[in-house]
């Protein structure tokens, strides 16, 4: 079993930065692919992007260019860095886990944009 604790969420002006962070309790090297869903209210759970063990990355067209994802085998640690955040960007953001094909999730971090 994968236990992921996530930080980072919070708020934010139009235009501004955060970093989110996700700890797993598994080494990160080990784990088929890691990554970060988002939802809004009244929304579908989508993706945001993702990090698999190779270390390739892809990104919703929605949020590319604007953030990335990377990963810390030292720390157990997958980071999501986002910039030029929009309020579109409002939500709250999961990471998860794909390991021995399970999904794990973690509990989610509010991120809010405000305009």
């Known amino acids: 079993q994968v236990h992921l604790s996530e930080s980072g969420g919070g708020l934010v002006q139009a235009g501004g930065s955060l970093s989110l962070s996700c700890a797993a309790t598994?080494?990160?090297?080990?784990?088929?692919?890691m990554g970060w869903y988002r939802q809004a209210p009244g929304k579908q759970r989508e993706l945001v992007a993702v990090?698999?063990?190779?270390?390739?990355?892809n990104y919703a067209a929605s949020v590319k260019g604007r953030v990335t994802i990377s990963g810390d085998t030292a720390k157990n640690t997958v980071y999501l860095q986002m910039n030029s955040l929009r309020p579109e960007d409002t939500a709250v953001y999961y990471c998860?886990?794909?390991?021995?094909?399970?999904?794990?999730w973690g509990q989610g971090t509010q991120v809010t944009v405000s305009s």
């Open positions: 998860y886990a794909d390991w021995r094909q399970i999904l794990y």
């Open positions: 598994e080494h990160i090297s080990n784990i088929n692919a």
């Open positions: 990090l698999s063990r190779g270390g390739g990355t």
